[in-house]
């Protein structure tokens, strides 16, 4: 069964405003955790990550938060912009360097 | 939920011998599945698109002479690295559009592990 999900295919948000995209795991012995942004025909980029000693990272527009106790990470983007409009994975490893990547998240930020 | 694996997990060969790694999508049908190769600062280059039952497309710069793919089912692809040497030591992830649920939905495997000594 997926170990990370990401049960929102899709998300529109309007440029300016927070764009939240949600990501929920199933095993507590992932202990780090990332975000890829992917553009069509393209391989995921690495945008930002965070491992599990931190519940906040922040990079410019960009902020993870993660609640261990809920199993949850969450992508912030503040304020979205349309370059932004993406699909967004989120993805956990544990201590064997295996990645677990969530389905997906479409982005589109509306001028 | 859809399960996409691969095998092997982790794999340790000596320079110019050849490595075969299996992506293979679990309860669906994958018409196309894809190969990404894992870079520093662990961005995913996009190999090649692997369609059942026809040749794979190859991105720009990567041979295909060295990487063959082979996706002889609705559930299996295959990544061969032939004459492996040290620098194709990287991380390998495939994933899986599924055929049935009409979306751009991907499913990702949890990667293998080569390092070529």
């Known amino acids: 069964d997926q170990q990370v999900k990401q049960n929102s295919p899709s998300l529109s948000v309007q440029e300016g405003r927070i764009s939240i995209l949600n990501c929920d795991y199933t095993n507590s012995m992932f202990d780090y955790f990332l975000w890829y942004k992917k553009y069509p025909a393209e391989g995921p980029t690495f945008l930002i990550s965070?491992?599990?000693?931190?519940d906040k990272n922040e990079d410019g527009r960009f902020t993870v938060f993660l609640n261990k106790s809920a199993k949850h990470l969450s992508l912030h983007i503040v304020p979205s912009q349309p370059g932004d409009s993406a699909v967004y994975f989120c993805a956990a490893s544990d201590w064997s360097g295996q990645f677990y990547f969530g389905t997906g998240t479409s982005l589109t930020v509306i001028p | 939920g859809a399960v996409v694996s691969q095998h092997p997990s982790w794999v340790i060969c000596k320079s110019g011998t050849s490595v075969k790694i299996e992506c293979r999508s679990l309860?669906?049908?994958?018409?196309?599945m894809f190969w990404y190769r894992q870079f520093p600062k662990q961005s995913l280059m996009l190999m090649a698109t692997?369609?059942?039952?026809?040749?794979?497309?190859?991105e720009q710069g990567v041979e295909k002479d060295k990487f063959l793919i082979n996706h002889a089912s609705l559930t299996l692809s295959t990544l061969t690295v032939t004459s492996a040497h040290p620098e194709d030591s990287s991380f390998y992830i495939c994933s899986a559009r599924d055929q049935g649920s009409g979306s751009e939905t991907q499913y990702f495997g949890p990667g293998t592990r080569l390092l070529v000594l």
């Open positions: 965070i491992s599990s000693i931190k």
């Open positions: 692997s369609n059942e039952g026809s040749k794979a497309t190859y």
């Open positions: 309860d669906f049908q994958a018409t196309t």
